[in-house]
């Protein structure tokens, strides 16, 4: 009985806030900036998929230094690019949309049909 009330159960805190604080937090800066860096040089969204895989990469390794998590889990992996490539997803589609209203602003104006006080005869 007491075997079974001391083993790790499928909620685990420790785990939950080493995620956030490594993968989302660190991770998600770095991958965000990313995003940003790619949208800024007009660079394809492809690109951004190599550096979430490097940043996973690096944030795997940070939970195996600091925390002894296994290094080669592909679970774990997969948590950790998934939560880069949110990240650079999010900064990149952020800075293209900035990029494109201050770019484009005139053309990509919302014309949804109805008259304007100022179009009234």
Do not use: C
Request: proline residues 2%; hydrophobic residues 55%.
């Amino acid at each position: 009985m007491t075997a079974l009330a001391n083993s790790s159960s499928a909620f685990d805190l420790r785990g939950l806030l080493i995620f956030l604080a490594l993968s989302v937090v660190i991770g998600g800066a770095a991958s965000f900036a990313a995003g940003r860096a790619l949208a800024t040089r007009w660079r394809p969204f492809w690109q951004g998929l190599v550096y979430a895989l490097g940043i996973a990469a690096a944030v795997r390794f940070l939970h195996y230094a600091l925390f002894a998590e296994p290094l080669l889990s592909a679970q774990a992996y997969g948590l950790d690019f998934a939560a880069a490539l949110g990240f650079t997803l999010a900064g990149f589609k952020l800075t293209r949309r900035r990029q494109m209203q201050r770019q484009y602003g005139a053309i990509l104006a919302r014309d949804d049909g109805r008259i304007s006080k100022e179009q009234k005869p």
